[in-house]
């Protein structure tokens, strides 16, 4: 059984999405486009501090992650849940994807950039495999068992690197920056009650919307998937 969803992010932690790419998120979903996002892991790592345990830091992070979703307008998240800092480049973790993608079609596959200088470990791994699920492994007869299940090649038709250093695609968010900010917000565990974090992330839509007729954008690495 296939379900239908324009735009399928794959993002390696709960907040990931939020800090590069929520405005967009919010303009797609205004739009009436259907926004799927995939968290890899867990995030039971993300903090420094030793009075939690990874158990309760992963069920907080993901319980801020629907918070999240729920102001952007994403319908539906799922979550992988791999342990945070130990995603491993495998053929089962890009079947996961592969299995997501030709459950629902979309046309846009959004991930982090993989190029970045002192990358994230998870943000490699995650952009690469996500990389290889969509082409070739999404679009051609891989994994036969997926066929078995009614799970037919499907050809995403473009990769969107959100938090580039090399952007050649930009999203107006000026109607929706403040929505961004609000989904942020929800991740209190990694970003607290902070008010110059929002004005940092203001200030950097500003200056990726310089040159152009509109206050605020975020910018993505565009690559149309030749088949």
Not at 68 to 76: I, R, S
Not at 106 to 135: E, G, K, M
Not at 139 to 151: M, N
């Amino acid at each position: 059984m296939t379900k239908q969803a324009q735009i399928l992010v794959t993002i390696p932690h709960p907040d990931d999405a939020e800090l590069r790419m929520a405005g967009a998120v919010a303009r797609w979903t205004s739009e009436g486009k259907n926004v799927i996002y995939v968290v890899c892991t867990n995030g039971d790592k993300g903090t420094d501090d030793p009075n939690i345990t990874p158990e309760e830091l992963a069920n907080i992070r993901e319980q801020e992650q629907l918070a999240a979703a729920d102001v952007l307008g994403v319908k539906e998240v799922i979550f992988l849940r791999h342990p945070d800092q130990s995603l491993e480049d495998t053929p089962e973790f890009r079947k996961e994807l592969v299995r997501l993608i030709r459950m629902y079609k979309p046309d846009t596959v959004v991930t982090v950039d993989l190029s970045r200088r002192y990358n994230h470990r998870d943000h490699r791994i995650a952009a690469q495999v996500t990389i290889d699920a969509v082409f070739p492994n999404a679009g051609t007869i891989s994994y036969p068992d997926l066929l078995e299940e009614g799970l037919y090649p499907h050809r995403v038709k473009e990769i969107l690197f959100c938090g580039t250093e090399n952007p050649n695609y930009y999203v107006d968010i000026t109607g929706t920056i403040d929505i961004k900010l609000a989904a942020l917000r929800c991740h209190k565990s990694q970003v607290g009650d902070k008010p110059q974090f929002g004005d940092m992330l203001r200030e950097r839509a500003r200056m990726s919307a310089e040159g152009q007729d509109y206050e605020f954008a975020e910018g993505f690495h565009k690559e149309v998937i030749e088949w």
